[in-house]
Each structure stands twice: as structure tokens, then as C-alpha cells.
């Protein structure tokens, strides 16, 4: 547990509580546009996916709740690490301007910004890279840029919603997915298109191929190397299939110092265009895209949202160089170590648990991530666990309310009836802690079991129960109410 004080009597949390009452319907306003939007967003309230504000559990309750939530891969901020490194970078350059002035192409460009993308690029092995605001940003740039009138995109199934936007804005010809993770599918899909399009099949238009190092609600790894082999074999001799790697997750959990899944295996010269996020290992905010000057020069021309917008400023980039100093330095590494330690220790409690088998046996929690685990080199920090959709709410309040924030995911952001508990692991996680999120894992297993085999007289688990009467009396619906 969280605490030596098991804090259930705070369920509904207040945080949980706000999210539960924003789903009520609101009363309409006369004014027509303001009313024309509420009832657009009253068809996510009824459907209990609107999206609301708030911060989580573990940030205003930090004696009670552990986070198992955040983007803080390597706990950079948790320890307070970043921030000092950032400060330190600050006094070293005491007369910085705390805005760019100008976008890059006219005078928004300084020689600290073009430092900082040179030693980035150099960290992961790549020519040239470009710093811009956001990873979805990031993905927006590269499909509105870089596709050609001709060319044809493939894709995972499971990219990112950002490289969805993107593709569907781009230039290309088709926009076809495979199967995700699937190097037959994906096979199968680029001989679809040699036969289709005569343009690629002599060589003069390309393929390009929309991947992630690391899928974000899934957490398995891309096998980019069976990909990168297919595509070879398919094309032989022909260079005309390019890669794009989304590296948001594997950037600093992956490879030498941190510098990524493409890193790690070798194929910095195989794949044509890298995104690297700053806003989750790293700590910062922002993203860099990696790849040649052509790609750069590409960018800059013709991707709007890098030309037509401020540079980023001082401040920005201080942040994003003071992760990577912290990356390439021994606390880095031995954050990197501790992050997969915790991992590996996650699934060793979790797969020799007691309970494990009945527990999948059963369809009452599964997680994909566990099977096969022992051969596993590296681990991700995203862990998604598994159970009947009725009880996918049950088992997020009675982690909350054991002191364990995680994430219920659900449609949109997945698609109908694949909802999951989404939980990340962080370097600064105690072994005490994974072993207590673990066993409460395993404590609302032994709950549920007794409530199917009828045993207990309850039909909802004890948390749960709290909840709902708590939403009852609120005149409240949705979040698995029985």
C-alpha cells in the first residue's frame, strides 16, 4: 500500500470526483453558438468521455497516493534533478533573452538554438534535426512535408492520433495500414502496392512507412527490424521505402544513454526520419525531428507550422539541453537501470503470484506484456492491464484507493471494448511500491473471484460500492454502474 493508512474512505477522490460530475449534462444557454457547442459536448457526456482539467491524485495527495501515471519516465522532475540542471544552465548564460523574437526563418534563429539541435542530432546519431513545440507537432510537420504528389504511406494500425492527422493532410497518392506489429500484413500490404502503382514499382515515387518505437496504450515494441527486412526483400534492390520511427517512448528508456530503439539496434542509417520527444523521459517540453539536411531544409519549407510560428525561446531549449546533459550523465545511466529493474521486478511478482493463473485463467486480468517476459532484453514502462469491461472501472478505484494512481483508457482513445488500465512505471518507483501495486493487483483479483463464485453475498466490489452509492447520491451515471 501507499500508506500504513489505507485512504479508501477518500473515494471518490476529489480529483475523481470532479472528472465523474463534469459528465452531467449543463444547461443550455440562449445564445446559439455557445449552445450549438455545449451540445456537441454533451454527446461526450453521455457517452462519459468528456475531457476535463484537473491534476491527478498523486499531485495533491502526495502522502497518500503513488504515481503510477505520469510521463516522468526517469524521474527527472520527481527528484528534482531536472530542474536543477536547468537552473544550472541558466547562470551559465546569464544575458539569454527569454523569448526568440521572430520565427526562425526570419529572427528567431540564435546560435544557442542551432547548437542545441547539432549536439541532439550528433546524441542520436543522426545528420541534422529540428526542435519544434510539441510531438504532435512533430508528426503534423513530417506528413505535411516530406510525402510527394505519388508517393503512397503505410502504416501501423496503432501510430499515433498526430501521425493519423498528419497523414491525412499529406501529399501522398493511398494511405494504407497493416496489420500492427504484423511484418506478414505489412508484407503483404507493399506488394499490394507494387502491383498497384507503377511509379513505385520503377523506382520513381517512394514508400513511406509510419511506425513507433514504442505503442502508447499497448507499450509492446516495434519490430523494426523484421519491417525493415521485409521491405528489403520486397523492394531488393530499389531504395524507395523510407521509414519513419516515432520515438515518444523509447527516448531515454532505450539504447546507449537513452538515445532511442533505433539506436539501440543499429539502423540510424536505415531509417530516414526520427521524432524524439522532450515531454516524457527527458522531463522538458517539445520534440526534435531528426534525419538529413534534406529532410531539415524540407521541413522549413514546406511544412507551415515550422515556418509560420515563434522559435523556441531560450528557456525552451535550456530545459530540453539540460535533460540531455543528464541523460549522458552517471545519474542518467543509473536512472535507466532503475527504470528496468523496476520492470523486471513488476513482472517477476506479478507472474509468480499465487493468483496469476486462475486470474487469466478466468479472463479476470491479463496482461499481454507478461507473456514471454523472461526473454525479454529490454522493457518498456507501459503496462496495460486487462479485464471484462464491466469490471475495468472496479479495478482503477481500488488502485486509487490503495494509494495507486494509474489510468482507465477507453473510446475514443482505444477502440469500443478494448478499455484498459494503463499504468507506467518510473525510475523513482521503490522496489516497496511496485510490490504494493502488484498486490493490490492481486487483492481485487481475490475479491472478484469471490464475488463470481457467490460466495461473498456482493455483486460490486467493497470500493467500487463506495463509489457508487457516492454517484447515486449525486444523481450521477456511466463509470461501470451496477
Known amino acids: 500500500m501507499a500508506s500504513s493508512e ?115 542530432a550528433a546524441f542520436h546519431g543522426a545528420e541534422a534535426s529540428l526542435i519544434v513545440n510539441s510531438g504532435f507537432e512533430a508528426n503534423l510537420a513530417i506528413w505535411k512535408a516530406i510525402p510527394r504528389p505519388g508517393d503512397v504511406v503505410v502504416y501501423d494500425s496503432l501510430v499515433h492520433a498526430s501521425t493519423h492527422e498528419g497523414i491525412e493532410s499529406s501529399l501522398a497518392m493511398q494511405k494504407i495500414e497493416f496489420t500492427h506489429n504484423d511484418p506478414k500484413s505489412f508484407r503483404e ?111 522549413l519549407n514546406f511544412a507551415r507550422s515550422t515556418a509560420f510560428t515563434t522559435a523556441p525561446s531560450f528557456p525552451f ?37 499465487a493468483l496469476w493463473q486462475k486470474a487469466r485463467d478466468e479472463g479476470i486480468l491479463w496482461v499481454p506484456l507478461a507473456d514471454g517476459w523472461e526473454s525479454r532484453p529490454i522493457f518498456t514502462h507501459i503496462v496495460p492491464f486487462w479485464t471484462r469491461p464491466k469490471y475495468l472501472y472496479w479495478l482503477y478505484f481500488h488502485l486509487l484507493s490503495s494509494g495507486y494512481c494509474t489510468w482507465p483508457i477507453e473510446h475514443p482513445v482505444v477502440p469500443p471494448g478494448q478499455g484498459r488500465i494503463r499504468m507506467t512505471l518510473h525510475a523513482a518507483n521503490t522496489e516497496a511500491q511496485v510490490e504494493g501495486l502488484v498486490g493490490a493487483v492481486f487483492e481485487w483479483v481475490e475479491e472478484i473471484l469471490t464475488i463470481e463464485e457467490g460466495s461473498a453475498g456482493e455483486k460490486v466490489s467493497h470500493v467500487a460500492s463506495k463509489v457508487y452509492d457516492w454517484m447515486k447520491s449525486e444523481g450521477l451515471e456511466g463509470w461501470g454502474l451496477v
Open 6 to 120: 489505507k485512504p479508501v474512505e477518500l473515494m471518490p477522490t476529489e480529483a475523481l470526483a470532479f472528472r465523474m460530475r463534469s459528465m452531467k449534462l449543463q444547461n443550455k444557454p440562449a445564445d446559439i453558438f455557445y449552445r450549438n457547442l455545449e451540445e456537441a459536448l454533451d454527446q461526450r457526456r453521455v457517452a462519459y468521455n468528456l475531457r476535463c482539467v484537473v491534476e491527478s491524485e498523486w499531485q495533491t495527495m502526495r502522502d497518500k497516493v503513488i504515481d503510477f501515471s505520469s510521463n516522468d519516465i526517469l524521474s527527472f522532475n520527481a527528484r528534482g534533478i531536472l530542474r536543477d540542471s536547468f537552473l544550472a544552465e541558466l547562470a551559465q548564460n546569464p544575458d539569454f533573452n527569454p523569448g526568440a523574437g521572430g520565427s526562425r526563418l526570419l529572427d528567431g534563429f540564435y546560435p544557442y538554438l542551432e547548437a542545441a539541435e547539432r549536439d541532439i
Open 317 to 353: 531549449v535550456a530545459a530540453i539541453k539540460a535533460g540531455y546533459d543528464l541523460l549522458q550523465s552517471e545519474e542518467g545511466q543509473k536512472s535507466l537501470d532503475s527504470l528496468q529493474h523496476n520492470a523486471q521486478l513488476f513482472y517477476q511478482l506479478l507472474t509468480t503470484h
Open 189 to 299: 500490404v507493399l506488394l499490394s502496392v507494387i502491383d498497384s502503382h507503377q511509379l513505385i514499382r520503377q523506382g520513381t515515387r517512394c514508400v513511406l512507412v509510419a511506425v513507433e518505437s514504442v505503442y502508447s496504450m499497448d507499450g509492446d515494441i516495434c519490430l523494426l527490424q523484421e519491417l525493415i527486412d521485409v521491405a528489403y526483400e520486397v523492394f531488393q534492390e530499389q531504395d524507395n521505402v523510407k521509414f519513419v520511427v516515432d520515438e515518444a517512448h523509447s527516448t531515454g528508456v532505450f539504447g546507449p544513454k537513452g538515445s532511442g530503439l533505433v539506436c539501440e539496434l543499429g539502423l540510424e542509417d536505415q531509417v530516414a526520419v526520427r521524432v524524439h520527444t522532450f515531454g516524457k523521459a527527458i522531463g522538458a517540453t517539445g520534440a526534435g525531428i531528426l534525419g538529413s539536411k534534406t529532410i531539415k531544409s524540407a521541413l
